[in-house]
């Protein structure tokens, strides 16, 4: 059988910088294109199945917020934005509009190819073997867990960024249960939490617009203040 390897989609207009990402990720075995601006990046989606991409906020010809943006709205595709600004604001952003994960620049290669396979575990491509469950049910929802789809009774499914549907699933794998913000974090993107990180709150937020009847008034999704949250619905694994 002829099984084709992860490809990587590099974006990124420095091109000493781009060319030695690229050489990095093909001695790990990936396949690997490139693109130094959004224009070579569409082209790249047109033209080959792409796995996952390493998106450069800053580029000559439109804002990598912008085009995580128009993936996410288009695709699952794994994103990690990269970039060399420190405002958290576009971290949260970046998260907001779909993306992954993201890292900023300088970064030590081994941290980004880490990031790079703990989003591909976590992708949802693999499916659950016949002894685990498939599916969690809880109130009038179903999380399907090999399509990675939200699914209330009589109304179309609702499709999750990886983000949300990871999050989601840890949640219901462990109702009842106080979960941290360090532990929500280590199991959404496999890297290390900072008090100051706000990704958890902000896909909180969004699952509880999706979940809840009331959003500010949540009965599902409970803030534990100054623990973390708490799944307070029960669950049947499927």
């Not at 084709?4 to 990720?25: F, G, M, N, P």
């Not at 106080?178 to 008090?195: C, G, N, T």
């Amino acid at each position: 059988m002829n099984t084709r390897k992860t490809r990587i989609l590099v974006v990124e207009d420095e091109a000493i910088s781009r060319k030695k990402l690229v050489a990095y990720l093909q001695t790990e075995g990936f396949d690997v294109l490139e693109a130094a601006d959004a224009g070579q990046m569409h082209q790249a989606l047109e033209e080959f199945t792409i796995d996952l991409v390493l998106l450069d906020i800053n580029l000559p010809d439109d804002d990598g917020i912008n085009l995580a943006r128009a993936l996410r709205a288009q695709s699952d595709i794994g994103i990690i934005l990269v970039t060399g600004r420190t405002d958290e604001i576009d971290r949260i952003i970046g998260i907001e509009v779909g993306a992954d994960d993201y890292i900023t620049k300088p970064y030590n290669p081994r941290e980004l190819l880490a990031r790079v396979k703990a989003l591909l575990r976590r992708s949802g491509q693999v499916q659950p073997s016949k002894d685990e469950a498939h599916a969690h049910r809880f109130g009038r929802w179903t999380l399907n867990l090999m399509k990675r789809e939200l699914i209330a009774e009589g109304e179309e499914g609702v499709a999750l960024t990886r983000g949300e549907f990871q999050l989601l699933n840890t949640f219901t794998s462990k109702p009842g249960t106080v979960l941290s913000r360090d532990y929500l974090m280590d199991h959404i993107s496999h890297r290390s939490w900072s008090p100051n990180d706000r990704s958890i709150d902000v896909l909180v937020g969004r699952l509880r617009k999706i979940l809840e009847e009331n959003p500010r008034k949540p009965t599902m999704i409970l803030t534990s203040h100054g623990e973390g949250y708490i799944f307070a619905e029960s669950v049947e694994a499927l």
